[in-house]
Every structure is written in structure tokens, then in C-alpha cells.
């Protein structure tokens, strides 16, 4: 796949399928079009293009609006396209001079200008351009005087598999970590740095890595402990997780998430190191314990419970 970040020094594409979106999550929902994205662009012998935005429009149209959390960084989701097949992702630096586009602009100056389009492929009832004008019946009209195709993926293909990012970012916030990941068609994932911490889990005997997720708008599944795998140096290690204030020795209270991995088995040294953290099951909600003691006591049976999901699951 080759990746542009914007559209200068594009080259030349041959007979260029095109989709245009923000993607976040690829989901269920996002594969359908980029599947039929491939699969159109390899039935004229041409080059498939997914034509994305960084950042997030709504974080430039609305900045004000601190609550904005997404599925995926923009490297989380390079990576999860990298894996699709496709040709080309051209990364465009979403501005509030290229929000007032209108729609007939984006398509002269872009699709046909640029990326020269041959056939664009939307989903259901996607809009664009500014105001939102650039609907279906408008790219219809358009695509008679630039001479392309326009496909639309069906309501019914849609709604077939009934998902949308709305939907994955509510299981998350309700800890259903196995239903966003159906809706993902993979599992959740969230990507950072371990760094040093206190060391008060090594000395209950459950060591610990510190993780700390660098982007502010990543979204986070609801606090509690969690069956996790972990990424790095090229192994996929299991663990547990808790994702909350660690409020028994912990007496700051913060919005910052905290994020503690104890991983089965593993005994490194790996500070610094960059990990991918993978969702697999939720096991119980965040809790303050009277004392070390009945902390370690629960600890012990997180990890039976965790181990034996390991030991039984079908990843």
C-alpha cells in the first residue's frame, strides 16, 4: 500500500477507484466498501484509493468540542489498512480552509484533477463537501459532467451487518468488549509506551507495566480489569489489565486514565518499550479494597479467571 500525505507529488494512478471517509474503527461496516473498492478496482485493471483525513474534521470544524474520542490513531488505522489489500491511502490535512470547500470543487479539483476517478464508491447516505451538499443525486449529476461512476453500497448491505462507530464506541463505554469487537470484525486495540512506575504490584507479586497512551482522543473501554494480550518485540504475550484510578494505592484523583498490564509469565525489563494492548474480555468493574492484602487476594483470582479464558477461548 502506498501512502501519501497529501496530494502533491501524486504521480499517476491508473484507472483510479475511489472512496472518500474518516474510517475510524474500520469497521464491519468500512470493510464492505473497501471490499468492494478492491474488487472493483481489479475488475478494470486499475488501482483502489482510499482518500482519508487528518485530523479528524470534527476536531478543526468544532475544536471547542473536547469530548471527541476515536477508535483509532491515525497510525492504528494506517496499520489496520495495510492489511486490507488496498492500493493507495492518501492522508489529506483536514483545514478549516478545506472544510468551506463546496462539494463541486472537491470533486473538480480532487477526485477528477488528482486522483483522476473513474469510478468513486460510497456507503449509504455519506455526504461531503461543505454543508454536507455532496449527496448522492449530486454526484450523479456530476459524474455525467466529469465522466465517471458513482456505486453506492445499498442501505441493505448496511444494515446487513448493523454497526456503526456509534455503536462500537457504547459497548466500549459499557466495558461489552466482545460485542465491539464482533462490530470490528477483530479486537480492539489501543497502542503506547511503558514507562516506570512505583512498583507497588511487584511487591504483591504481580508486577506490572505502566502504560501510557500518548493521543488524548483515543477512546478508552470503561474502567475496570480486563483479559488483554499484549504486543511487543514481535510476541503476543496474556495478561490482565485494569484501566481506572487505582484508587486502593493510589490517592490522586485524576481524569487520566491509568493503565496497569500485568503480564503472565513474563519477567523483562522493557521500559521505554512501545506496545499494542488487544481487548479480549471484560472481568469485572474498577473497586477500593480495605487493605494490601485483600487487593492481592482479588489479584489471585483475577488471574485464575483471566489464565483459564486463555486456556479456553477460541482467539
Known amino acids: 500500500m502506498r501512502i501519501f500525505k497529501g496530494i502533491d507529488d501524486l504521480g499517476e494512478f491508473k484507472n483510479s477507484v475511489v472512496t472518500i471517509g474518516t474510517f475510524d ?11 468492494r473498492l478492491n474488487d472493483r478496482a481489479k ?4 488501482e483502489s484509493i482510499l482518500f482519508t483525513f487528518y485530523p479528524h474534521p470534527r476536531m478543526v470544524v468544532f475544536p471547542e468540542n473536547h469530548n471527541l474520542k476515536l477508535l483509532q490513531t491515525i497510525d492504528e488505522k494506517v496499520d489496520s489498512l495495510d492489511d486490507f489489500g488496498l492500493d493507495n491511502l492518501i492522508i489529506y ?15 473538480r479539483d480532487i477526485l477528477v484533477e488528482k486522483l483522476k476517478v473513474k469510478t468513486l464508491v460510497i456507503g449509504y447516505d455519506h455526504q461531503f463537501g461543505r454543508n454536507r451538499e455532496g449527496d448522492l443525486a449530486f454526484l450523479k449529476e456530476t459524474a455525467k459532467i466529469f465522466d465517471f461512476v458513482v456505486e453506492e453500497i445499498s442501505a441493505e448491505e448496511v444494515q446487513e451487518v448493523n454497526v456503526s462507530s456509534t455503536k462500537i464506541r457504547k459497548s466500549l463505554q459499557n466495558g461489552d468488549i466482545e460485542r465491539a469487537n464482533e462490530f470490528l470484525g477483530r479486537k480492539f486495540l489501543c497502542t503506547g509506551n511503558v514507562f516506570e512506575g512505583l512498583k507497588l ?10 502504560i501510557s497512551i500518548k493521543n488524548e482522543h483515543k477512546i478508552l473501554p470503561k474502567d475496570g480489569v480486563y483479559a488483554v494480550q499484549v504486543r511487543m ?7 490482565m489489565m485494569n484501566i481506572g484510578q487505582n484508587p486502593t494505592v493510589s490517592k490522586e484523583n485524576t481524569i487520566a486514565k491509568k493503565i496497569e498490564i500485568h503480564l503472565f509469565d513474563f519477567n523483562q525489563d522493557v ?5 499494542t494492548i488487544l481487548f479480549h474480555k471484560f472481568i469485572r468493574n474498577e473497586k477500593t479494597f480495605s487493605n494490601l492484602e485483600a487487593l492481592k487476594s482479588q489479584l489471585i483470582q483475577d488471574e485464575i479467571l483471566v489464565r483459564q479464558f486463555f486456556n479456553s477461548a477460541i482467539l
Open 25 to 35: 474503527g474500520l469497521h464491519l461496516g468500512h470493510q464492505k466498501i473497501l471490499t
Open 43 to 46: 475488475e478494470i485493471s486499475g
Open 93 to 107: 490535512p483536514f483545514t478549516k480552509e478545506f472544510s468551506r470547500l463546496t462539494a463541486f470543487e472537491f470533486v
Open 201 to 210: 504490584g511487584r511487591k504483591m507479586g504481580f508486577p506490572t507495566l505502566n
Open 233 to 239: 518485540k514481535g510476541e503476543l504475550i496474556d495478561g
Open 271 to 275: 521500559y521505554g518499550e512501545d506496545v
